[in-house]
């Protein structure tokens, strides 16, 4: 791949790390919720209890890692596409 698209290249192991690092991170966090519970968290005004947040950071996980692999995987399809075109180095 030309020199121009080694950014793109590295781009795509930072969106499956991100993506790994968000899972990891909203699980923990949502784990901790869960079985913790704890006071109510003000969510925008808005007292919501700390278990139903916890069970809100399993569904952002999951978006998360979704939102950064599906940019990782994006980003590889251009770059293929791009290789096949006629006149591509």
Same mark, same amino acid.
């Given at each position: 791949?030309?020199?121009?698209?080694? $950014?793109? !290249?590295? +781009?795509?192991?930072? $969106?499956?790390?991100?993506?790994?690092?968000?899972?990891?991170? !909203?699980?923990?966090t949502g784990l901790i919720l869960v079985i913790g @519970? @704890?006071?109510?968290?003000?969510?925008? @005004?808005?007292?919501?209890?700390?278990?139903?947040?916890?069970?809100?950071? $399993?569904?952002?996980?999951?978006?998360?890692f979704y939102s950064f692999w599906l940019m990782a995987?994006?980003?590889?399809?251009?770059?293929?596409?791009? +290789?096949?075109l006629p006149g591509a180095s």
């Open positions: 791949m030309a020199a121009p698209y080694r $950014f793109l !290249q590295a +781009s795509i192991v930072v $969106f499956k790390v991100l993506a790994w690092v968000a899972l990891a991170l !909203q699980v923990i @519970g @704890g006071d109510p968290i003000l969510v925008g @005004g808005v007292e919501i209890p700390a278990r139903a947040v916890g069970l809100l950071n $399993f569904v952002a996980a999951g978006l998360y995987n994006l980003i590889h399809l251009w770059l293929d596409i791009r +290789s096949h």
